[in-house]
């Protein structure tokens, strides 16, 4: 479905014209596009994801509920990063191979871990999984790629959006493991190393590309994407058996 055909197909529950709606939230769209667009494989378009987050917004319009507690613009941000993200799922580019190598690399991880007693350095993990450090780095990129990893956005692939929200009718026991789950995050994000540390800061809470993150950092962008997917890799591995479920989403 086109942009154009979206536009006819829904009317704004706020009271805008689609044509309205969409001139006004149209840079929200653009730019959670363009963040999304640069933690996923060549083969994702940025109009595809813009195209999935009109859907995202003129739904947003049609659903939102004021007495929910949250801005609209907020409710949209969450509605329109979904649907992007539903998106790439339908796609499901990735090879079994890369997530196998996902795997594999948690696991090189969590034994070294284990073993060393510190946090592992990219070179340690590649030697563990017998590989050269390049292949590995190629292996983390891949792995970061196949499955979305989202700070923000953590949870199971069924989770609707209005659950985030203040006043959701999502159920106290939901309540209880998500808020036990993010707080098991905060931690594990803190004991991260602190580059890793900085990098996903920039990246998710400052939402500096990275390039930008290079320019900070004083490295090159290839390597600030290698310490970006190491840091999710370690995350993954160190929380891969929270709940009995992967932590990718």
Excluded at 234 to 244: K, P, T
Aim: contains cysteine; proline residues 3%; glycine residues 8%.
């Amino acid at each position: 479905m086109v942009v154009s055909d979206c536009l006819s197909a829904y009317s704004g529950a706020q009271g805008n014209s689609p044509t309205a709606l969409l001139e006004r939230y149209s840079p929200l769209v653009k730019r959670i596009a363009h963040h999304l667009l640069a933690r996923l494989p060549s083969s994702v378009q940025l109009d595809d994801l813009i195209q999935a987050g009109v859907i995202g917004l003129l739904e947003a319009s049609r659903n939102y509920d004021a007495g929910k507690g949250a801005s609209f613009e907020t409710y949209a941000g969450i509605r329109i990063r979904g649907a992007m993200i539903d998106e790439v799922r339908r796609g499901d580019w990735a090879p079994r191979s890369v997530h196998r190598n996902s795997r594999r690399v948690q696991e090189a991880m969590a034994r070294l871990e284990k073993r060393l007693g510190r946090d592992a350095a990219d070179h340690e993990v590649a030697a563990e999984m017998g590989v050269g450090i390049e292949e590995y780095h190629a292996i983390a990129q891949d792995s970061l790629c196949s499955r979305l990893f989202s700070i923000d956005e953590l949870g199971g692939e069924d989770d609707n959006p209005e659950d985030y929200l203040p006043g959701s009718d999502a159920s106290p026991a939901d309540g209880v493991q998500r808020a036990a789950l993010r707080r098991q995050l905060a931690e594990a994000i803190a004991a991260l190393p602190e580059r890793e540390r900085l990098v996903l800061s920039l990246y998710y809470d400052e939402e500096l590309n990275l390039k930008e993150i290079g320019l900070v950092l004083g490295v090159s962008e290839s390597r600030v994407s290698q310490i970006h997917s190491q840091a999710a890799l370690r995350l993954r591995a160190r929380l891969r058996d929270w709940g009995g479920g992967d932590l990718s989403t």
